[in-house]
Every structure is written in C-alpha cells, then in structure tokens.
C-alpha cells in the first residue's frame, strides 16, 4: 500500500491551486494581530486581540450609540 502513495502524482493537482487572495489577506491580518497576544493567551486558546465576542459586542454597542 505504500508503494501506491508513492506512486500517485500531485503535481497537477498543486500548480492548479490557487488560494483566495482574501484569505491570504485575512490570514496575514490574523497573524498580525498574534504578535501582540501573550504566551499565556496562547496557550490557553484565548482569542486574538479584537476577535472575542465581548469586542464584537463593544464595537457594535459603540456603534449604536453614535448612530
């Protein structure tokens, strides 16, 4: 069985695959935003700076109120 992984080709398949150019923006978003997060934070899986709920719910109740 090994012999038959070794044996496919995946060359075709991976020149033709391109990514969306927005998850390559979001991506590099995210992973700006992972500078600024403490070893802590990441350890315990703690969401990005300004992607928890309680942000989203800030900016969406600051919104409110300046309407």
Partial sequence: MARLLTDVSLAPLASSFRPD??????RDRREELREHQSL????FG?????????????LSEQGALTS
């Fill in 40 to 43: 802590t934070a990441a350890f």
């Fill in 21 to 26: 150019p927005l998850a390559l923006a979001e």
């Fill in 46 to 58: 703690d969401p990005l700076p300004g992607l928890s709920a309680l942000d989203r719910r800030r």
